[in-house]
């Protein structure tokens, strides 16, 4: 077998992946094959590069691994054309949110399985992705794939895909949902609209910059807020009878059930 992955499906995640992989050189554009029913501008940007867009299927026989990027309902039909194609030895690469491996190992009879559920932030080489596979050659091939593009987490089991997608998956848009509250509690307290949402937003760059470090999540807290000082007055009312904790663990508790109901 090549090197050659092909990528199926270049929607938001689908150009995100590839623009991580361009980006960071993860894969060489010359093994990179992408099938798209319509022109995409991270597809052409990889086709200058050297990438072949829907080349003769053919081509797909000696993929190593092919990367579904297409939403849920529509993978079992955009697979059929493939199938017959593809390397029994291809390992599948499924980012769908709730499609279980043993669905999609059978979809394509019986071939390995890795999935990984990845935010949009791959685009910079900066995502996070969650990973499982029962097939440690699988899951080794999605590692590969996915860590020069994202910051990865091992799944000991495939349930935990749920959990992992209502915390990494849904999250940024509770932090917007929280820097939204943030810029609201500001206007209250008379600042202009304009000036509260960039206070709040630049806020939330500047803390996400602190994060990087290995510094324990307290100590970030702890650096900010010291004893009896102003920002420690507003960590009391947040952390009053769990008054964050609440409504965040109910968020994900929410996130989790969804994400089982669209997978039964
Ligand atoms: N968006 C996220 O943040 C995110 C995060 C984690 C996981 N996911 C998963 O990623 C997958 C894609 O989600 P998305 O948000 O990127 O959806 P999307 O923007 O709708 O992209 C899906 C893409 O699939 C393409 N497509 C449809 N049929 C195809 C076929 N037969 N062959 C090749 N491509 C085909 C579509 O092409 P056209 O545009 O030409 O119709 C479309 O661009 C889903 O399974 C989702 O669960 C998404």
Same mark, same amino acid.
């Given at each position: 077998?090549?090197?050659?992955?092909?990528?199926?499906?270049? /929607?938001? %995640? =689908?150009?995100?992946? $590839?623009?991580?992989?361009?980006?960071?050189?993860?894969?060489?554009?010359?093994?990179?094959? @992408?099938?798209?029913?319509?022109?995409?501008?991270?597809?052409?940007?990889?086709?200058?590069?050297?990438?072949? @867009?829907?080349?003769?299927?053919?081509? $797909? &026989?000696?993929?190593?691994? +092919?990367?579904?990027?297409?939403?849920?309902?529509?993978?079992?039909?955009?697979?059929?054309?493939? %199938?017959?194609?593809?390397?029994?030895?291809?390992?599948?690469?499924?980012? #769908?949110? /709730?499609?279980?491996?043993?669905?999609?190992?059978?979809? +394509?009879? =019986?071939?390995?399985?890795?999935?990984?559920?990845?935010?949009? /932030?791959?685009?910079?080489?900066?995502?996070?992705?969650? $990973?499982?596979?029962?097939? !440690?050659?699988? +899951?080794?091939?999605?590692?590969?794939?996915?860590?020069?593009?994202?910051?990865?987490?091992? %799944?000991?089991?495939?349930?935990? #895909?749920?959990?992992? &997608?209502?915390?990494?998956?849904? =999250?940024?848009?509770? *932090? +917007?949902? *929280?820097?939204?509250?943030?810029?609201?509690?500001?206007?209250?307290?008379?600042?202009?609209?304009?000036?509260?949402?960039? $206070?709040?937003?630049?806020?939330?760059?500047?803390?996400?910059?602190?994060?990087?470090?290995?510094?324990?999540?307290?100590? %970030?807290?702890?650096?900010?807020?010291?004893?009896? /000082?102003?920002?420690?007055?507003?960590?009391?009312?947040?952390?009053?009878? =769990?008054?964050?904790?609440?409504?965040?663990?109910?968020?994900? !508790?929410?996130?989790?059930?969804?994400?089982?109901?669209?997978?039964?």
């Amino acid at each position: 077998m090549s090197n050659a992955v092909v990528l199926q499906g270049v /929607g938001r %995640l =689908g150009s995100a992946i $590839l623009e991580g992989w361009l980006l960071t050189g993860a894969i060489d554009p010359k093994d990179l094959v @992408i099938l798209t029913p319509s022109e995409k501008p991270a597809a052409e940007k990889a086709r200058a590069l050297g990438a072949r @867009i829907n080349p003769p299927l053919e081509d $797909l &026989t000696q993929a190593k691994a +092919f990367v579904i990027g297409v939403k849920p309902a529509k993978w079992a039909e955009a697979s059929k054309a493939v %199938l017959p194609h593809l390397n029994k030895d291809a390992v599948i690469v499924s980012v #769908m949110a /709730g499609v279980p491996e043993a669905t999609i190992s059978e979809g +394509f009879e =019986g071939r390995k399985v890795v999935r990984v559920m990845p935010t949009t /932030g791959v685009a910079h080489g900066k995502g996070v992705a969650s $990973l499982w596979s029962s097939d !440690k050659a699988a +899951f080794d091939l999605g590692l590969k794939l996915f860590e020069p593009i994202a910051e990865t987490a091992i %799944l000991e089991s495939e349930d935990l #895909m749920h959990a992992a &997608t209502a915390v990494s998956g849904c =999250g940024p848009a509770y *932090f +917007f949902a *929280f820097t939204r509250a943030l810029a609201e509690a500001g206007i209250a307290e008379g600042l202009p609209q304009d000036v509260a949402i960039k $206070l709040a937003r630049a806020t939330l760059r500047s803390a996400a910059s602190g994060v990087s470090g290995s510094e324990t999540l307290d100590a %970030l807290i702890d650096r900010v807020a010291s004893p009896g /000082g102003v920002t420690a007055a507003g960590l009391v009312v947040l952390n009053e009878n =769990g008054a964050l904790d609440r409504p965040v663990k109910g968020a994900v !508790k929410a996130a989790v059930e969804k994400s089982t109901e669209l997978s039964a």
